[in-house]
C-alpha cells in the first residue's frame, strides 16, 4: 500500500470514528450509497431464476448468483462492518471461514469430476 | 491525588483512547475478540453450509427451492434486514458523535427491524409445516420430497434466526444502557454498540449467504 493510499485510508477511519462533521456526513452518504447497491443487487438476484428457467443454464444461474451473493457480503464486510479501516491482522482473522468455502469448492469439484 | 483516587477516577471516566498496536492498530480488546468469534461462527454457518451443499449434490432427486419457498416474502425479508444494518450503522455513527437520542431511536429501529425479520420467518416455518414440509418428513402437493431437503432447510435457517434471536436480545441489552447514557460519553464509550453493530452486521451477511444457498439456488 502506497502512503498516499494510507493517508486516504486513515482520513475515512477518522471520518468513520467520529471525526469532522464533514467527514461523518460523506460517511452518511457512503453508507447509504451501499445500502442502495444491496437493495438493486437483492432484486437481480430474486429476478435471476425467472430469466434462468427461460434460457439460461444452470451453471451460469448458480456462478452469477455466487457472484452476487458473495459480492454482497463483501461489501457489508468492508463498509457496514469497517473492514476498509483496520489493520491487515484483522482482515485476515475476519477471512478465516472463507478457507472453508474454499474446501468446499474442492469437494464440489472433486464429486463433479469423480 | 493518591492512588485509591486515581483508580476511582479511571473507572468513572471513559477511556479517551486505545494505545496504538502494531498488528490491530487502534481496535479495541474487545473489538479483536469480536472478530474472532464472528471468525468461528462463520466456520459453523460455513460447516452447514458445507453439509448442504455435499448433501444436495448427493442426492438423485431435491425439489426446486422455488417451487416449495416463499422467494418473494423471504426477499422482502432480506432486504428488512439489509435496512436493519443501515440502521445499525447510523447507531454506532451516533454513538460516535455522542448523540444520545440518535443512538436510541436507531437502536429501537435495528430491533424493530430485527423482530419483523424473525416474524417473517415464524410466519413462512408455520406455513410449510403445515403445508407438508417437516424436519424429518417431507410432502409437497401430495407428493414425498427428499426429507433432507427440509432437515437442512430447517437446520441451516433456524441456526440463522437463532443468531438473529441473540442479536435482538443483545442489542436490547445495549439500548438500556444506552439510555441511560452510557455509550455516548466520548472516548471508547461508544465500543460496546460498535460490537453489538459487529455481530449484526454478521448476521444480516451470513442471511445474504443463505438466502442465495437454500433459497435461490
Known sequence: MTDQTTTTDESAADAGHGGHAEGE????????????????LTIFEVYIPSVYSAAWSGTTKMLLLCFLAFSKAGLVATYFMHLKWEKPWLRWIALMPVYMGVALILIMLETLYR | MDSGHVAAA?????QTSVPEDPHFGKATGGKVGMWIFIAQDGMSFGGLLFAYGILRSAATEWPVPSDILGISLTAIATFILICSSLSMVFAVAAAEERNQEGLVRWLMVTIFGGLLFLGVQVWEYTHLVHAGIGFA???????????LFGSTFYSVTGFHGMHVTAGVI?????LRGAMKGKYTQGGTSSSPVELVGLFWHFVDLVWILVFTFIYLL
Open chain 1, 25 to 40: 456526513q460523506s460517511m452518511r452518504g457512503l453508507y447509504i450509497t451501499i445500502f442502495l447497491t444491496l437493495g438493486l
Open chain 2, 10 to 14: 479511571d473507572h468513572a471516566a471513559p
Open chain 2, 137 to 147: 418428513e417431507c410432502t409437497w402437493e401430495g407428493e414425498t420430497v427428499n426429507s
Open chain 2, 170 to 174: 443483545y442489542l436490547c441489552c445495549i
